[in-house]
């Protein structure tokens, strides 16, 4: 069974956009693709290591999935590995929770959390 919720990663003007705004369309690579890349929180870190390698200032999203429904597909993308991605516009409503990227001492990913 798939999971409900994956995560967005965001620049801090994307999250901005998605605040004000209350949707997001996606970013450049997201456009380019047709569809907003997520990632499950097993995916994440290579995510990150691969895609925004010594960037600053990043925003992790949680996306409720179930919230988002036929616009969630689950397709292969890095080593045959299914990614969720949506097809439409990623709006604030479905997102759970937001917090600037975060590591904990022990060097893992501190994922937002709800309340």
């Known amino acids: ?3 409900s919720t994956a995560y967005k990663v965001l620049t801090a003007e994307q ?3 998605l ?3 209350r949707v997001f369309n996606g970013a450049p690579v997201d ?3 047709g569809f907003i890349h997520l990632s499950t929180a097993d995916q ?3 995510t ?3 895609h925004f390698a010594g960037q600053e200032g ?3 999203a949680a996306v409720d999935l179930d919230a988002l429904a036929e616009t969630v597909k689950w397709e292969p993308s890095r080593g045959g590995q299914l990614f969720p991605h949506i097809y439409g516009p990623l709006p604030l409503d479905a997102v759970t929770a937001y917090s600037e990227l975060h590591y904990e001492p022990d060097g893992s990913l501190r994922l937002p959390v709800t309340g």
């Open 1 to 3: 069974m798939p999971e």
């Open 15 to 17: 999250m901005s956009e």
């Open 19 to 21: 605040e004000h705004a």
């Open 31 to 33: 456009l380019a693709d």
């Open 44 to 46: 994440l870190q290579e």
């Open 48 to 50: 990150l290591d691969k």
């Open 58 to 60: 990043l925003w992790l």
